[in-house]
């Protein structure tokens, strides 16, 4: 399986089929041209995680809870919130618990609250972890870390930060505190990870960070 991080939330699975999870918009950024996928899930219906438009090949969409089996994934969609709220200040968010070549990844989307017992034990053991650091419309690095604990995975793949020298003029903040938190060792990568259910274990509690 091949991991490639996108920017911002987004990354695509490479496995026997294609993944993508999140795509943003062009008010983030621009997405790899020709950029392809069987699938794509969106974890919510703003413009920098639902820009289905720039993933090409007519992939099928899933944006809602439920479990879907799809060229190769295992998919299963749990229902969260976009704040502490309830969903009363940005609504609803899903996270994506994907399973394939025996590695369970889940991506919290927007994530805006710890979880709860009932939403820990719905996701179960997980192998890679995406998740939310930078605040403000999400998680910060403090609340990060316990959902970190909560879930108790191999290996975590911050996003949804501000990568040092960004143009972008977004209230979030960078990486660095939530890295100096969890005190797990940090692994830069450029774009993609290649890893397996047999070499998985050689990362164990590291922080993978790409550099994008």
Request: glycine letters at 10%; proline letters at 5%.
């Amino acid at each position: 399986m091949k991991i490639e991080y996108l920017g911002h939330s987004s990354y695509q699975i490479k496995s026997q089929s294609k993944l993508v999870l999140d795509p943003y918009g062009p008010q983030i950024g621009e997405l790899p041209a020709e950029l392809t996928a069987d699938v794509v899930t969106v974890s919510h219906q703003h413009f920098d995680h639902n820009y289905t438009d720039g993933v090409s090949d007519n992939p099928q969409i899933i944006d809602g809870p439920g479990e879907f089996s799809i060229k190769g994934f295992d998919i299963k969609g749990i229902k969260s919130f976009h704040d502490n709220e309830g969903g009363a200040k940005r609504g609803d968010n899903i996270i994506f618990c994907i399973s394939t070549e025996n590695i369970k990844l889940c991506h919290l989307g927007d994530l805006g609250h710890i979880l709860s017992a009932e939403q820990v034990q719905e996701i179960g053991n997980v192998d890679i972890l995406m998740i939310p650091v930078g605040g403000y419309y999400t998680i910060d690095a403090n609340e990060a870390v316990q959902v970190v604990r909560q879930i108790n995975p191999s290996i975590v793949m911050p996003m949804h930060f501000k990568p040092q020298g960004s143009p972008l003029q977004l209230p979030i903040e960078g990486v660095g505190n939530f890295n100096k938190l969890l005190g797990w060792d940090v692994i830069e990568r450029m774009d993609e990870l290649e890893i397996s259910g047999l070499t998985i274990d050689l990362l164990n509690k590291k922080i993978v960070i790409f550099k994008k």
